[in-house]
Structure formats: C-alpha cells, structure tokens
T-cell receptor, first 110, second 114 residues
Framework: GENVEQHPSTLSVQEGDSAVIKCTYSDSASNYFPWYKQELGKGPQLIIDIRSNVGEKKDQRIAVTLNKTAKHFSLHITETQPEDSAVYFC?????????FGKGTMLLVSP | DVKVTQSSRYLVKRTGEKVFLECVQDMDHENMFWYRQDPGLGLRLIYF???????EKGDIPEGYSVSREKKERFSLILESASTNQTSMYLC?????????????FGNGTRLTVT
C-alpha cells in the first residue's frame, strides 16, 4: 500500500509566524492531494486541495505546493492565528488508494 | 453545505454486545466511508461503500460489518464488541470518484467498550 509520512508531528509557532507541514508519499499513481484540519471534538474538514496537473494553489492565508517528481506536497499557512491551532492531515490519493498521514499538531501561541 | 450526521457522540457498551453506529448524509453523495481514529495510528479505513448495497473492505475490516440500504445512510456494525474496538469512529461521504475526491466528515462517535 501507499506509504505516507507527514512532518513535523508537532509544530509550535508564535501568532503571525508562518507554518509549513510536509507530506511525502510513495504511490506514483496518486493524483489528488488534500489537506484536512481537525479541531478538538470535531471531524476533519477539508481546507485546501490540489490535483496533479497543478503545482500550487492558494486560498487567502493557506497554500499547497506539489512536487510530483519528488513525491511530496506541503501546506503553507502565513500570518498564523490562534484559531489555526488544530491537527492537520494530508491524504494523498488515487483511484484505488487513499492513505492519511499521521497528523501534525499545530499550536499557535498569542 | 454538506452535512454528515452521526447519531451518537458518545457510546458505552459492554464486551460481547452488538453495536450499531449510524451515519446519514444529506447531499446525495455516492460514496460513504467508515474510519477509525486512534492516537498515533491516524485514520484507518474500515469499510467503503460506493452505492446502495455495495461495499468494499478497507484496511481493518475484521470484527466489523456494514449496511447501506439507502443512499443517504451507512451503518457500521460491531457484531460482538471487544475492548480493542474502543476508539473514535468517523463517518465520511464524497460525491463521486471513489477515493480521489473531497471527503466530508461527521463529528465522530467515541465508543468505549468495557
């Protein structure tokens, strides 16, 4: 099956700093690359996604970049705010596979 | 907005009981999923359904079964609950495309088996 690694496992930043989380995958057939945010007591929620024909996508303070050759994609959050504190999961997938990373706990301190 | 509703937030059951976890989605999605979430192990797929009465085993189906009699409803069944099935259970749906389309999750059912 797909081998997915997500780094770092925890990340602490000051409010206003940037945060970057990286996801590495093994299956070259993966063609859909989403990031999910899970707040305490809630289910994961899609925050941004990218497909394999695009290298970068941005939505206000968050962006995702994809390097298909190297098989990794990253979540970038700029101007972090306390409400960004949550666990973030990558989930690279193809037609017949979907594997979640183990998650990154992001803590934004005021 | 898609809404995925799981019938219970918390459940406490005894070993050996038959347990039903219910999930309903309101957006006519083709696909529905049951995941289990455990600390350090992330989200693991138990079962996937791509149509009414159609299902596929995920990564950890042992000890579980599912039922999808109507498009909007997907049930997870623990035939004889065991303590190692204590976990957070998450239901999700997606519009189409099997695995490579956005997932919409419910808020989870925390099951404790004593």
């Amino acid at each position: 099956g797909e081998n997915v690694e997500q780094h770092p496992s925890t990340l602490s930043v000051q409010e206003g700093d940037s945060a970057v989380i990286k996801c590495t995958y093994s299956d070259s057939a993966s063609n859909y690359f989403p990031w999910y945010k899970q707040e305490l007591g809630k289910g994961p929620q899609l925050i941004i996604d990218i497909r394999s024909n695009v290298g970068e996508k941005k939505d206000q303070r968050i962006a995702v970049t994809l390097n298909k050759t190297a098989k990794h994609f990253s979540l970038h959050i700029t101007e972090t705010q306390p409400e960004d504190s949550a666990v973030y999961f990558c989930a690279p997938s193809g037609y017949s596979t979907l594997t979640f990373g183990k998650g990154t706990m992001l803590l934004v301190s005021p | 907005d898609v809404k995925v509703t799981q019938s219970s937030r918390y459940l406490v059951k005894r070993t050996g009981e038959k347990v039903f976890l219910e999930c309903v989605q309101d957006m006519d999605h083709e696909n529905m999923f049951w995941y289990r979430q455990d600390p350090g192990l992330g989200l693991r797929l138990i079962y996937f359904s791509y149509d009414v009465k159609m299902k596929e085993k995920g990564d950890i189906p042992e000890g579980y079964s599912v039922s999808r009699e109507k498009k909007e409803r997907f049930s997870l069944i623990l035939e004889s609950a065991s303590t190692n099935q204590t976990s957070m259970y998450l239901c999700a749906s997606s519009l189409r495309g099997r695995y490579n389309s956005p997932l919409h999750f419910g808020n989870g059912t925390r099951l404790t088996v004593t």
